[in-house]
């Protein structure tokens, strides 16, 4: 067995691992498909997460089968498809704790199903399924903004989240959707994905293009776009500013993105239009509900998925995942 693991500050490692055991509330999984997250990206370049298991295993976009189960585990069954949960499993996999799921087998300590363990449902594909933790990080962004059909929305970074949210947006009914990012092969895939405009935001004026793309409004006498929410999957330092500065009367900002710095508030310019600002952690109540309805989604699932690399490649994977072209890069096993 191997397993991957970061030593420290750009040093990431395929290494040897042990053959597991499960104890009596355990379960072991054998991995069949894992995504990269950009925040396996961010953990590699900063060597870790403080306090974290060192070195720190990772991976936790990942789906497989079922493969040995404790003796007092009662609701999971041996060959059973599941997705694995990482903030509801005992140690948080791939977080910060002692798994990570870039491995062939996984144990997940206090093996749940609806905690831990999700069941996929039939027909659709390990690499389909290891989707659901992105894309209810995605459903959870959509659901905080508050966006209902009739709405205009903006969504900033077009990876995978962004992506995510705007397949989202269109399935709640949302038609006028604009992406933003400074890269056109995402913008492109951010068209596919069902976005109605799209602005690159360093060669275009974006206030501007606002205001023609969802119409001019006025809070006392100042021109500002007519959107409604907004919704920053990018975490690029000016977004927050210029949507402030750019917000009509009640617009709502919803912040996905992780920020690794502070971001200065003109809280005067928010107080005039009374604009809202909301946070978006993780997926509370959506893993379920995205797996319901995965099956129906393949089409936009298969746009989704730009790279597929075998495990024995994961490393050189990882620099695939952080360049323009990538949209979700998927390990298989």
């Not at 990206?41 to 936790?60: E, W």
């Not at 024995?312 to 360049?323: H, L, R, T, W």
Request: glycine residues 12%; hydrophobic residues 45%.
């Amino acid at each position: 067995m191997q397993i991957v693991q970061i030593h420290g500050p750009n040093d990431v490692r395929l290494d040897r691992a042990e053959p597991l055991e499960p104890g009596p509330h355990d379960a072991i999984v054998s991995i069949e498909a894992c995504g990269i997250c950009g925040s396996d990206l961010t953990f590699i370049k900063q060597g870790g997460l403080p306090g974290a298991a060192s070195p720190m295993p990772l991976g936790h976009e990942a789906a497989g089968r079922v493969i040995a189960v404790g003796s007092a585990v009662s609701d999971v069954a041996l060959g059973q498809h599941v997705v694995i949960n990482p903030v509801g499993a005992h140690g948080i996999i791939g977080n910060g704790g002692y798994e990570g799921a870039f491995t062939q087998q996984l144990l997940v300590r206090d093996a749940a199903l609806g905690k831990s363990l999700l069941p996929v449902p039939a027909g659709l594909s390990s690499e389909h399924a290891a989707l659901a933790e992105p894309l209810g990080v995605a459903l959870h962004g959509v659901n905080r903004s508050g966006a209902k059909p009739g709405e205009k929305v903006v969504v900033f970074g077009c990876g995978p989240i962004g992506l995510g949210a705007i397949m989202w947006l269109r399935h709640k009914g949302v038609e006028d959707v604009i992406a933003v990012d400074i890269f056109d092969e995402r913008l492109a895939m951010a068209r596919a994905m069902g976005a109605k405009a799209t602005i690159r935001a360093d060669r275009e004026n974006l206030a501007e293009r606002l205001r023609e793309l969802h119409g001019t409004m006025e809070v006392l006498g100042r021109p500002v776009a007519g959107t409604d929410a907004y919704i920053d999957a990018a975490g690029a330092p000016s977004i927050v500013p210029e949507v402030v500065a750019m917000a009509r009367t009640h617009a709502r900002l919803v912040v996905v993105a992780l920020y690794t710095r502070n971001v200065e508030l003109d809280l005067a310019t928010m107080l005039l239009s009374e604009m809202s600002i909301t946070t978006s952690m993780g997926y509370p109540d959506e893993l379920d509900v995205v797996l319901s309805l995965l099956p129906d989604l393949k089409e936009k699932l298969d746009l989704l998925i730009t790279h597929r690399f075998p495990f024995e490649q994961v490393i050189p994977a990882f620099g695939v995942a952080g360049k323009a072209d990538a949209g979700k890069v998927m390990i298989a096993f």
